[in-house]
């Protein structure tokens, strides 16, 4: 099992003619993704070829479902233009978009939220790598060579470290790996993964990464304390950050000793999460884990 993407999983890519888009896609295909075409306004009713397989180019997202049966979309489309892609793709009713564009206002993703309430799509992201279920699919530019399959869920805020993350303990594998990014407004959160992770059989074991700013790692502790049955290990990364100062992510700014990192490593040593000082000692927690899971 996996959560929002498997082998079955058609995916379409808003931007697909782009340099990223191309690239990605390209990057996607070797993933085994199901990628069934891209989106162009501009160059509708082309075709690209790419991994040695030609994709047709539709004008809109809904055109491309109409015509392949799209379940999935992901957005390679520049931060001017994020918002329309994104609205475009929630009026079309895709079932999962992946935003991976870094740089998107603020203002524009809050519209695009408030938008998403009540609607038939679930967004992840936007500034992420987006989703890998490992020898499934991939949505987004999570490398797919760093892990294979099996029981441990991720979902973290930093891409950088998902990949480090993965590759730590890639001697187990995962069901699938999300990164929901590290904007101040994202569209699934550290609790939806969760969620997901708990109903899904399949994974026995979660790794949760957040980072310094905002209360999102405190309210997953909430929701672990209430909901979550299965073994959780945490890493907060921004321990030694000055306060006052947005480190790296737009959502990473502390102020007094709100949204620290210490903060946050109490709020869930406090609901029996186990908390790493590195991404290296979170996965020797996870490691122990295992163990005693076997």
Excluded: W
Aim: one cysteine or more; glycine letters at 12%; a negative charge.
């Amino acid at each position: 099992m996996t959560i929002y993407l498997n082998k079955d999983s058609k995916i379409i890519v808003q931007g697909i003619t782009g340099g990223m888009g191309s690239k990605h896609t390209n990057l996607m295909l070797q993933a085994d993704a199901n990628i069934v075409g891209g989106v162009n306004a501009r160059k509708a009713g082309t075709t690209v070829e790419l991994n040695g397989k030609e994709l047709p180019v539709f004008g809109t997202v809904e055109e491309a479902m109409k015509a392949t049966g799209a379940d999935v979309s992901v957005a390679f489309v520049p931060p001017a233009f994020t918002k329309d892609a994104c609205i475009e793709a929630i009026d079309a009713e895709i079932p999962l978009l992946v935003v991976i564009t870094e740089g998107v206002p603020v203002q524009d993703t809050a519209e695009v939220f408030a938008y998403l309430q009540g609607k038939k799509t679930r967004m992840i992201g936007p500034n992420c790598p987006g989703i890998i279920s490992p020898e499934e699919s991939l949505a987004g530019i999570t490398p797919h060579t760093i892990a294979g399959k099996g029981p441990i869920g991720l979902v973290s805020k930093s891409g950088t470290l998902t990949y480090q993350m993965m590759y730590e303990l890639r001697d187990y594998g995962f069901s699938t790996a999300i990164g929901i990014g590290g904007d101040p407004i994202i569209g699934t959160t550290h609790i939806d993964a969760l969620e997901a992770f708990e109903n899904d059989p399949e994974t026995k074991a979660i790794v949760m990464i957040g980072e310094i700013g905002g209360d999102a790692e405190e309210r997953a502790a909430a929701y672990i304390k209430d909901h979550v049955t299965k073994p959780v290990v945490g890493y907060v990364a921004g321990f030694t950050a000055p306060e006052g100062k947005t480190m790296g992510h737009a959502g990473a700014i502390v102020s007094g000793s709100s949204g620290t990192a210490q903060a946050k490593k109490e709020a869930l040593e406090a609901v029996g999460v186990k908390v790493g000082k590195t991404p290296s000692e979170t996965a020797s927690l996870m490691r122990e884990i295992m163990k005693d899971l076997a």
